[in-house]
């Protein structure tokens, strides 16, 4: 039986969970969230970055895209019209993405394909008075034709150039007090309210050219509008990929390093400090351009590859197993060449129509363009989210090394007003703090629901089971699994089931990865694996998106995914009709 949380270990209304959902936007999914923040948030992280700033800015932003008008942005000061926490989960607002859609003329439903995945349990849309706002509707039409043809993104520009600057301008923290780094860290967090803009625009803007691909493609022809767009050719969550390559074939060719990493990566980067100064020193080149990434990297309190060089290390150990022929580089232009190729086909038969041949075009290039500008505006709110990460964590460190912390993490286990207590006078938050870390930890397997209803009580703790593979059942031989097609292609491999990108010792070259959610810091396990298979996720989510760059087949929403496949079966992936096929079982 599977177990239940029992009643008053957790409370029904975790700390830095949003005061109520928004009742005029009342449908919320963890579709899209998990993609982001697939686990619970840190307490510091919602109520440092998050409440205070990410969720206004994050409604400023569908006000200024057009989706929504000002003054529904700010209707409710305690309920946003974007997102919300429960559980201590993030839930991204549903009604208000699908305003977008039915302002823009594309309808709710073209919207629900794109981001959500046309998921069953999804509630319908019900019609709003204001549902059909003129004046909203000319403002984001005008977006519309901005995203078919603009070749600039000048406000993306802007907060790429602040989150270069902040990060390039980071003070030396060994000259701080903990009242200074408590400062800094917090003069951080309100740039978050502005760089959403960048990154909700950019992101939802991204499904208007597969839309308008699709308004030309054949009826019935079995072909999806990201079977032609292919890799974007400017995805920066790509680029690490490219980066750890390089430092993996210097590990191939130098037999002192392979021996190094043959023996394992728990404390080897005191070794290449120490025996091998310029492998460290590129590794440190490495980490000053895309240290800022890691898992769950919206989160302040995860680690990054900078807090915690283990991380990229382990993904360059895995790829140094792979040829010289097996590049990301070389899958990318085979990706590319077999997207035009399909491209050329479709081209061929809408000869002489030129108007479908132009609305052809320019939906390809929109969306190559806000693919690549959806990855940079995720990047620029990560890169900020960092700079006050490392803050808080020397404090954190500080803090243990004096006996108040178990280990430096702890930090961000606190609330923002509980911050200068820790300053002052540690004792009087750390029992407090430690208990919060152990409540933590008991909502990150609870099984939340996919979709909230603001009109609809809360569902209690008590009544939440854990995630289990007895929820959905584990698929036997012959079996045929069903989620979203993302990228296009077929592999067959051994299913890896990776829940934590720490835990990747096991997986090999040519292996199927099989995830709940992917964030960008999975990517160079792309690298490595024949095809991905992602239990969240919409055809529009980062997992396709750089599954395209990559050129390897790629499923998403196969919800449940790492309970119903069996660890070690050979599966065969079928990127262009979402399916996952049980060959054999280990």
Known sequence: MTNTTPKG?????????????????PIYTRFNANDVLPDPISPLGADLIWNPHVLPGFSNAYADMGAISVAEANLDPEAFPAAAFRYGHMYVNVTTARLTGIRSGLGWEAIDVSFFGSHPEAPPHETHPTDGDPETSARLAARTGWTLTTTSYPDLEEDTRIADRLRAQRPDFDEMSNAALVAYARSLAPYERMTWRGELVAGAQAAIGPAVIGSVLPPDSGISPFDLVGPAGDVVSAAPSYALWDLSRIVRNDAALTALFDAGIVGIVPVLKDKHPDFHQKLQVFLREFGYRGPSEWDLGADSWETRPELPLGLVDRMRQLGDD?????????????????????????????????????????????????????????????????????????????????????????????????????????????????????????????????????????????????????????????????????????????????????????????????????????????????????????????????????????????????????????????????????
């Not at 975790?14 to 959902?21: E, G, N, P, V």
């Not at 363009?369 to 964590?393: D, Y």
């Not at 993302?486 to 491999?493: E, L, M």
């Open 9 to 25: 270990q957790l409370s029904d209304e975790w700390c830095i969970d949003s005061a109520k959902l928004n009742e005029r936007f």
């Open 326 to 586: 097996q590049s990301p580089a070389s899958r990318r232009g085979e990706a590319t060449a077999a997207a035009e190729a399909l491209v050329a086909r479709i081209v061929d038969g809408l000869a002489g129509n030129d108007e479908a041949l132009g609305t052809l075009r320019m939906g390809l290039d929109s969306a190559r363009r806000f693919a690549g500008w959806r990855e940079l505006g995720k990047s620029n709110c990560i890169k900020i989210i960092n700079e006050a990460r490392v803050a808080l964590l020397e404090m954190g460190r500080r803090l243990t090394s004096e006996g108040h912390f178990t280990h430096p993490r702890q930090i961000f286990m606190a609330l923002d007003g509980e911050l200068d207590r820790l300053v002052l006078q540690p004792d009087l938050v750390t029992a407090a703090i430690a208990q919060r870390e152990a409540d933590w930890k008991e909502y990150a397997d609870l099984d939340v629901p996919l979709f909230l209803d603001a009109r609809n009580p809360r569902v209690p703790i008590a009544q939440l089971k854990r995630m289990s593979s007895e929820k959905f059942g584990v698929a036997g031989v012959g079996d045929t699994l069903t989620g979203t097609g993302a990228s296009a292609g077929q592999a067959t491999g051994r299913a890896r089931i990776i829940t934590d990108t720490s835990e990747i010792a096991a997986f090999e070259p040519g292996d199927v990865l099989i995830a709940p959610q992917t964030d960008p810091s999975w990517t160079p396990l792309f690298v490595v694996a024949s095809a991905v298979v992602v239990g969240v996720g919409a055809p529009n989510s980062h997992a396709m998106i750089v599954s395209r760059e990559l050129g390897i087949p790629c499923v998403v929403s196969l919800e449940g995914a790492i309970y119903k496949i069996p660890e070690g079966a050979m599966v065969t992936v079928d990127g262009s009709t979402g399916t996952v096929t049980i060959d054999s079982l280990a």
